[in-house]
């Protein structure tokens, strides 16, 4: 059995949250703090959908969403006034995980089919209103979709034989019978809703009731008990915490056991105070929370290594880090956008030797060189086209755009990032 996730829901219209589609009561005039309430407390995944009339109202959604990703730290998928590629690149730019299109509406497909060429599969999700849609459009699902979102409770073992791709069910049901029903059913990665979205749901505590009818629901399991690790005399073990995507050491604190169980628990980094003799979660007064990536323990299980998504400042400081004061040597405070680029190339080099279906990185190696080549020109010529607009978003996401591109190429002509800083250095 997979994990399963709480993925609450937020309408937005007019800039403000409402409580359902049919129903424009305003539930949060503060949506960006909606949406970090729910990171804060538990939830896995958002799901945002845009209910605007107009360009206008569509161009402030769009802005909300990107301050909705500055500050939580689980992904988020949105959807909603989606017409053309444009519309799913605005959505992607603002930060989403997947932009999910509406695969009831007529002629779906070939936006569908359109849209995950060029983003690729694992960036679009479909939502769907009925079983007989699925029925007759699964194939398409299968092929360009990577999640499915049922707009209400379908007969879910119907569904299991028709598409093996996971599925959110939003639904309005208030009921905890049906929420874990629901949860239950083999081929449903997630439930969302009124259920999960309400503003007094505690997802730590729900996972809970859940764990007791035997769903699984964490994203974290601990392969070793706490008993296990070597602690100190008062029962604390050191945690060294590094930023997973710059490597940059960002603190040292300690954690007993019961922080270690609320670290596993919620996701969040949690530590033990010494000086106030108490547990405290990282982030929870001034919102610079820490989000687990991977915790590892050392050769002797005396030490832990947290690999961490950290949100703002991790030094009280206001400094990124604690270790920020050199006292020997020269140690430049930097971030290494060369361990970034290696890694994005070493996955498109194991994308090459070990094809993984609906991949758009596999898509271009079968398609050939002159595919290849095609796509880092009109990704040059996007890049012009975005330097011309006023919003440097684009720009830096044209930019990736054509760099993850040239990176196909150097693996399909078999040149690496030392052949290119080599020739730079030689310059």
Same mark, same amino acid.
């Given at each position: 059995?997979?994990?399963?996730?709480?993925?609450?829901?937020?309408?937005?219209?007019?800039?403000?949250?409402?409580?359902?589609?049919?129903?424009?009561?305003?539930?949060?005039?503060?949506?960006?703090?909606?949406?970090?309430? *729910?990171?804060?407390?538990?939830?896995?995944?958002?799901?945002?959908?845009?209910?605007? #009339?107009?360009?206008?109202?569509?161009?402030?959604?769009?802005?909300?969403?990107?301050?909705?990703?500055?500050? &939580?730290?689980?992904?988020?998928?949105?959807? /909603?006034?989606?017409?053309?590629?444009?519309?799913?690149?605005? &959505?992607? *730019?603002? /930060?989403?995980?997947?932009?999910?299109?509406?695969? =009831?509406?007529?002629?779906?497909?070939?936006?569908?089919?359109?849209?995950?060429?060029?983003?690729?599969?694992?960036?679009?999700?479909? =939502?769907?209103?009925?079983?007989?849609?699925?029925?007759?459009?699964?194939?398409?699902?299968?092929?360009?979709?990577?999640?499915?979102?049922?707009?209400?409770?379908?007969?879910?073992?119907?569904?299991?034989?028709?598409?093996?791709?996971?599925?959110?069910?939003?639904?309005?049901? $208030?009921? +905890?019978?049906? &929420?874990?029903?629901?949860?239950? =059913? %083999?081929?449903?990665?997630?439930?969302?809703?009124?259920?999960? =979205?309400?503003? #007094? $749901?505690?997802?730590?505590?729900?996972?809970?009731?859940?764990?007791?009818?035997?769903?699984?629901?964490?994203?974290?399991?601990?392969? @070793?008990?706490?008993?296990? @690790?070597?602690?100190?005399?008062?029962?604390?073990?050191?945690?060294?915490? +590094?930023? *997973?995507?710059?490597?940059?050491?960002?603190?040292?604190?300690?954690?007993?056991?019961?922080?270690?169980?609320?670290?596993?628990?919620?996701?969040? $980094?949690?530590?033990?105070?010494?000086?106030?003799? +108490?547990?405290?979660?990282?982030?929870?007064?001034? /919102?610079?929370?820490?989000?687990?990536?991977?915790?590892?323990? %050392?050769?002797?299980?005396?030490?832990?290594?947290?690999?961490?998504?950290?949100?703002?400042?991790?030094?009280?400081?206001?400094?990124?880090?604690?270790?920020?004061?050199?006292?020997?040597?020269?140690?430049?405070?930097?971030?290494?956008?060369?361990?970034? @680029?290696?890694?994005?190339?070493?996955?498109? +080099? %194991?994308?090459?030797?070990?094809?993984?279906?609906?991949?758009?990185?596999? *898509?271009?190696?079968?398609?050939?060189?002159?595919?290849?080549?095609?796509?880092?020109?009109?990704?040059?010529?996007? &890049?012009?086209?975005?330097?011309?607009?006023?919003?440097?978003?684009?720009?830096?996401?044209?930019?990736?755009?054509?760099?993850?591109?040239? $990176?196909?190429?150097?693996?399909?002509?078999?040149?690496?990032?030392?052949?290119?800083?080599?020739?730079?250095?030689?310059?």
């Amino acid at each position: 059995m997979s994990y399963k996730r709480l993925t609450p829901c937020i309408f937005i219209k007019n800039g403000k949250a409402i409580k359902w589609f049919d129903d424009h009561t305003v539930i949060a005039n503060d949506v960006i703090a909606l949406a970090k309430s *729910y990171g804060e407390h538990g939830a896995d995944e958002l799901l945002i959908f845009d209910l605007s #009339d107009n360009d206008k109202e569509h161009d402030q959604t769009i802005g909300i969403l990107k301050k909705i990703n500055r500050v &939580i730290g689980i992904p988020m998928t949105a959807g /909603g006034n989606i017409h053309r590629l444009e519309d799913v690149k605005k &959505i992607l *730019y603002a /930060g989403a995980k997947r932009a999910m299109l509406n695969l =009831s509406k007529t002629d779906s497909e070939n936006l569908i089919e359109e849209v995950s060429t060029r983003f690729g599969k694992a960036r679009i999700a479909v =939502s769907l209103n009925d079983f007989d849609t699925l029925f007759k459009k699964h194939h398409c699902v299968e092929k360009w979709c990577s999640e499915v979102v049922f707009m209400h409770r379908l007969d879910l073992n119907s569904v299991e034989y028709l598409t093996e791709i996971p599925c959110v069910v939003l639904t309005d049901t $208030m009921e +905890q019978s049906e &929420i874990l029903k629901i949860l239950k =059913s %083999d081929r449903v990665k997630g439930v969302s809703g009124m259920f999960v =979205s309400h503003e #007094d $749901m505690d997802f730590n505590e729900f996972k809970e009731i859940c764990a007791g009818e035997g769903i699984r629901m964490t994203s974290f399991e601990s392969i @070793l008990d706490f008993s296990e @690790l070597k602690v100190n005399e008062q029962g604390l073990i050191p945690v060294i915490t +590094q930023d *997973y995507q710059t490597k940059d050491v960002l603190m040292m604190a300690y954690m007993n056991e019961e922080a270690f169980e609320h670290t596993v628990k919620t996701g969040r $980094m949690t530590y033990y105070s010494r000086s106030r003799k +108490q547990q405290w979660v990282k982030g929870e007064t001034s /919102g610079h929370f820490q989000y687990v990536k991977s915790l590892t323990v %050392d050769c002797d299980k005396d030490t832990i290594l947290a690999r961490v998504e950290q949100i703002g400042a991790a030094c009280h400081t206001g400094n990124r880090t604690c270790f920020f004061q050199t006292i020997i040597g020269n140690d430049a405070e930097y971030r290494n956008p060369q361990q970034i @680029l290696e890694s994005v190339y070493r996955t498109i +080099q %194991d994308r090459k030797k070990n094809p993984k279906e609906g991949s758009y990185t596999n *898509y271009l190696f079968d398609k050939g060189i002159d595919k290849i080549l095609k796509k880092v020109g009109e990704e040059a010529t996007e &890049i012009v086209i975005a330097a011309k607009n006023s919003d440097p978003e684009e720009i830096k996401y044209e930019i990736s755009d054509f760099l993850y591109h040239a $990176m196909v190429l150097m693996v399909e002509k078999g040149i690496t990032w030392e052949d290119v800083a080599e020739e730079l250095a030689n310059r």
